[in-house]
């Protein structure tokens, strides 16, 4: 009897390194697979990016200019339009059309430069509410508003362009707009004025509103309908903008 139990207690003795090697084992084998998995867990589990989580990057995810974090962006409002269709102009035709083509063709100058992100209130002759065009602005959070014009007056004499703005933000913008319309146009300068026009007080961001010509008078309204002077009047306004975005750092 005593020596069975002698056996059996030198047998469990003989057991517990084997026990032990196997743990030992099991717990490397574990370690293994969790070094593996690690992407699968939660930070709270030491499966974050900076502890042994894989994490793949690429040149895209950190550059900010290709996720369109750090462009310029511009919100280009093409005035009146459907029912609302704006001044008469000389020949009959309405400032709706001149503020859409002037608008079309400025869109298409500023899409084509990366460091920007261009939209229009509207791209077609559809009616659009005042508040509308300064909401689409600003849920975006564009960095300016752009509002296109035309003028008109009794006398057809009257010549020129004028540009408003309604904050002190907006002020530095107007400037550098309108000095470049007046110089590529050769229109009369008639001036920057603050106004509380709706569409430029609802508006979060420097906004401005342009009154590129006088439809009313013969001369200015054939530029204006024109192609080429549309296209001359879209430059003109994408160069300040240009000029504007210098000035504050953002190019």
Known sequence: MERQRA?????????????????VVVGLILSGQLTKQGSGLSPALGGGKDEGAVHVSSDDENDESLTGNDKFKIMIDAGHGGKDPGAEGHSGTFEKVSNLGIAR???????????????????????????????????WHADVFVS??????????????????????????????HDKLVDEMGFKDRGIRLNELKVLTLSQMPS??????YLSNPAEEATLLSDEGQTRMAQAIADGLKAYAENIGRK
């Not at 056996?7 to 743990?23: D, E, G, H, N, Q």
């Open 7 to 23: 056996t059996r207690k030198s047998t469990r003795f003989k057991m517990i390194p084997l026990v032990l090697i196997a743990i």
């Open 105 to 139: 063709k400025l869109y298409d100058i500023l899409r084509n430069d990366p460091s920007v992100e261009v939209r229009m209130t509207r791209n077609d002759d559809t009616f659009v509410k005042l508040e509308d065009r300064s909401a689409m602005a600003n849920d």
């Open 148 to 177: 296109i014009h035309g003028n008109s007056y009794e006398d057809d004499s009257v010549t020129g362009h004028e540009t408003f703005y309604r904050y002190d933000n907006g002020l530095p913008l107007a400037e550098s707009i």
């Open 208 to 213: 401005v509103l342009i009154e590129t010509g």
